[in-house]
């Protein structure tokens, strides 16, 4: 995989590829052929294994799979109770995955996994249309070898798809400032774009697309652009798309008595006072400001080492933005403008890590453009200059990685064989509404049950930075952008496996186990604690839960409606349950559940620091 380097010389500084020549045509192939392998490698590979996670990743599972036991396709229910805080978009699909290969882990995980192919061929696309065929083969490269975009496709929330859609977006966009006018293709693909966002995560696949391009077109002097869009076509289009399903789970999620419906709590509950920080109830935590901006370089590594000379493509002077801009000019603001807004909107709200996840394509399309100019240029240019100083800090970070890396390596241990990781681990409940607040419980004895991946990951960090520092020196850049894509197949290998062995501590998979083999009509199955800890039960076990808490999390709005089961249990009536003659299994993650006030309790599993604990031994 060389990455272009044989084309480097034929494209154009600026300005599409033309596809006439049957030796242009042929590297189009070739560059998808690469972006679709390094996909599979990364992606596919990693789809199979762990179990599904408690919480976010089992709960949108089991919403998907209830989709199908209750044949509705409009209102969401987990657990048998209304789930109305989600858009529908990824719930179809998975249900869709479910339909055609059955209910498992990894057809849970395939409409996802094909989300995050379809959002790197339209950053190829559309980076191809800005910079030439080198800047969109680079950009999704960049993209899909990237840390965060990895990351957060491990668990089932939707935000690469709101990737996806905003890519698909910004494609339609800067395809309509090269036409006189827009043709209706281009108006409308706009407009069903935006229109799956809404789908797929609500009104900010209307807000992000508008502040963008808003502010793009008044920096630029040309706000009249939007008159030749075809609004009045464009939006009857947006509304076939995304007004029947809203209109639906209105009429299917009424006001009853003094419980609001779905119209109050999908927008204004879930949407604006979530961004408020106002949401009932308030479950959740949020990311600090500055961590926060942070992580958007974390989640691009590698590549952010090219991110400065990047941003300084991006025209800045008055005049420039009002002149008339050159194609490479419009998408260097354009992305530019696409990761900031993003940025801005959640600096006045609530956020999580994964929040900017939607800006990592135009991140990666600005680096992806540098990358192009850098290989375009003479081997004494100040790009090649810049690459190789950013080359040499890549390589200093590998180093200073690989000497902490082995000093963990032999300061730890591997554990004895049957050890629970969850044994080694320090908890720390106070972090857990983050993301992978979870991972900061890791001691240096837990370490020792990551030695492999850990080497793998220092060694491959070492080798691929050092290569690639060596391949620029030489004034050979392709060969370094590719020593540093498959560098980060490496790495994203070796932190596949680790998050495999950590995942007992997220998923109550093999409790859930225990407790199917076992469950006979009429047994109850009760959670010590919220839904979302030991949600895996849910999916797994296919049983009712029944939760020992306070109304809370993901049912808390749902418990509510007066048509909806008895989920919640109550100290005393748990303590009915537990004395009365029908088993009950209760999931715990503590090794003295307070709530048994000393009752008789008898254990049937324990994992990762998890436990299912019965009113009534086997046999009875």
């Given at each position: 995989?060389?990455?272009?380097?044989a084309?480097?010389?034929?494209?154009p500084?600026t300005g599409?590829?033309?596809?006439t020549?049957?030796?242009?045509a042929?590297?189009?192939f070739?560059?998808?052929l690469?972006?679709v392998?390094?996909?599979?490698a990364i992606?596919?590979?990693?789809?199979f294994t762990?179990?599904?996670?408690?919480d976010?990743d089992s709960?949108h599972?089991?919403?998907?799979?209830?989709m199908?036991?209750?044949?509705d396709?409009?209102?969401?229910?987990a657990?048998?109770l209304?789930y109305?805080?989600?858009?529908?978009?990824?719930?179809?699909?998975i249900?869709?995955?479910?339909?055609?290969?059955?209910?498992?882990e990894?057809?849970a995980?395939?409409?996802?996994?094909?989300?995050v192919?379809a959002?790197?061929?339209?950053t190829?696309a559309?980076?191809?249309?800005?910079?030439?065929e080198?800047g969109?083969?680079?950009?999704?490269?960049?993209?899909?070898t990237?840390?965060?975009?990895?990351l957060f496709t491990?668990?089932?929330?939707?935000?690469?798809?709101v990737a996806?859609?905003l890519?698909?977006?910004?494609?339609?966009?800067?395809k309509?400032?090269g036409?006189?006018p827009?043709?209706?293709f281009?108006a409308?693909?706009l407009?069903?774009?935006?229109a799956?966002?809404?789908?797929?995560?609500?009104?900010?696949?209307?807000?992000f697309?508008?502040?963008i391009?808003?502010?793009y077109?008044i920096l630029?002097g040309n706000l009249?652009?939007?008159?030749?869009l075809?609004l009045?076509?464009?939006s009857?289009?947006?509304?076939?798309?995304?007004a029947?399903?809203h209109?639906?789970?209105?009429?299917?999620?009424?006001?009853q008595?003094?419980?609001?419906?779905?119209l109050?709590?999908?927008?204004?509950?879930e949407q604006?006072?979530?961004y408020l920080?106002?949401?009932?109830?308030r479950?959740?935590?949020?990311?600090p400001?500055?961590?926060?901006w942070?992580?958007?370089?974390?989640w691009?590594?590698?590549?952010v080492?090219?991110?400065?000379?990047s941003?300084?493509n991006?025209?800045?002077?008055?005049?420039?933005l009002?002149?008339?801009?050159?194609?490479?000019?419009r998408?260097?603001?354009?992305?530019f403008l696409w990761?900031?807004v993003i940025l801005?909107f959640?600096?006045f709200?609530?956020?999580q890590?994964y929040?900017t996840i939607?800006?990592l394509?135009?991140?990666?399309?600005l680096?992806?453009?540098w990358?192009a100019q850098?290989?375009?240029?003479s081997?004494?240019?100040a790009?090649?200059?810049?690459?190789?100083?950013?080359?040499?800090?890549l390589?200093?970070i590998?180093?200073?990685a690989?000497?902490v890396?082995m000093a963990f390596?032999f300061?730890s241990s591997?554990p004895?064989?049957?050890t629970d990781l969850a044994?080694?681990?320090?908890?720390?409940?106070?972090?857990?509404?983050?993301?992978f607040g979870?991972f900061?419980?890791?001691?240096?004895q837990?370490?020792?049950?990551f030695q492999r991946?850990?080497?793998?990951?220092?060694?491959?960090?070492?080798?691929g930075t050092?290569?690639?520092?060596?391949f620029?020196?030489?004034?050979?850049?392709?060969?370094?952008?590719?020593?540093l894509a498959?560098?980060?197949?490496?790495?994203?290998?070796?932190?596949?496996f680790?998050f495999?062995?950590?995942?007992?501590?997220l998923?109550?998979k093999s409790l859930a186990?225990?407790?199917e083999?076992?469950?006979q009509?009429?047994?109850?199955?009760?959670?010590?604690?919220?839904?979302?800890?030991?949600?895996?039960l849910n999916?797994?076990?296919?049983v009712?839960?029944?939760i020992l808490h306070?109304?809370?999390g993901?049912?808390?709005?749902?418990?509510?409606?007066p048509?909806a089961p008895?989920v919640?249990?109550?100290?005393e009536?748990?303590d009915?349950?537990?004395?009365?003659?029908a088993?009950?299994?209760?999931w715990?993650?503590q090794e003295?559940?307070?709530?048994l006030?000393?009752?008789?309790?008898?254990?049937?599993?324990?994992s990762?620091?998890?436990a299912?604990l019965?009113?009534?031994?086997?046999?009875?």
């Open positions: 995989m060389d990455l272009s380097a084309h480097q010389d034929r494209t500084n599409p590829t033309p596809l020549s049957p030796s242009k042929t590297f189009c070739t560059s998808i690469i972006v392998a390094l996909w599979a992606y596919v590979a990693g789809m762990p179990a599904l996670l408690d976010a709960v599972a089991e919403a998907a799979r209830e199908l036991v209750r044949h396709w409009i209102t969401l229910y657990n048998g209304r109305l805080e989600k858009a529908p978009l990824l719930y179809w699909g249900a869709g995955s479910f339909v055609t290969f059955g209910v498992g990894w057809s995980r395939l409409p996802l996994m094909l989300g192919l959002m790197l061929l339209a190829y559309l980076g191809r249309r800005a910079y030439g080198n969109g083969l680079l950009s999704a490269v960049a993209l899909g990237a840390l965060g975009p990895y491990r668990f089932l929330i939707p935000d690469t798809l996806l859609w890519t698909l977006t910004l494609y339609f966009f800067f309509s400032l036409e006189d827009p043709s209706r281009t409308w693909g407009a069903v774009s935006c799956l966002n809404v789908l797929t995560k609500g009104l900010i696949g209307l807000v697309p508008a502040g391009i808003g502010l077109l630029t009249r652009h939007l008159l030749r075809r009045l076509s464009s009857i289009v947006f509304l076939a798309v995304a029947p399903w209109i639906l789970a209105s009429l299917h999620n009424p006001d008595g003094s419980v609001r419906g779905f109050w709590f999908y927008f204004v509950n604006f006072l979530r920080n106002q949401r009932v109830p479950d959740y935590d949020t990311v400001l500055l961590l926060f942070g992580l958007l370089l974390l691009m590594l590698p590549w080492a090219f991110l400065p000379q941003l300084k991006v025209p800045r002077r008055w005049r420039e009002r002149s008339h801009l050159d194609q490479a000019g998408a260097n603001l354009l992305f990761a900031l801005l959640f600096s709200s609530t956020r890590e929040y939607p800006a394509p135009g991140v990666a399309l680096v992806g453009g990358l850098e290989m375009r240029s081997p004494e240019s790009e090649r200059h810049a690459g190789r100083i950013s080359s040499l800090v390589f200093v590998g180093v200073a690989f000497v890396g390596f300061a591997a004895a064989p049957g044994d080694l681990l320090k908890k720390n409940p106070e972090d857990y509404a983050l993301s979870h900061l419980d890791l001691t240096p837990a370490l020792g049950a991946p850990l080497l793998g990951f220092v060694f491959a960090f070492l080798l050092g290569l690639n520092w060596f620029r020196r030489r004034g050979q850049p392709a060969r370094g952008n590719a020593t498959l560098m980060m197949v490496a790495l994203l290998t070796c932190v596949h680790a495999v062995t950590f995942s007992p501590i998923s109550s186990l225990a407790v083999q076992h469950y009509p009429g047994a109850l199955v009760v959670i010590d604690g919220e839904y979302e800890a030991g949600s895996t999916f797994y076990a296919r009712p839960l029944r306070e109304r809370s993901n049912l808390y709005y749902g418990s509510q409606f048509d008895h919640f249990e109550t100290q009536s748990f009915a349950l537990w004395s009365g003659p088993r009950v299994f209760l715990t993650d003295d559940p307070k709530e006030h000393g009752a008789p309790r008898y254990p049937l599993a324990h990762g620091g998890k299912i019965m009113n009534h031994p086997l046999g009875e």
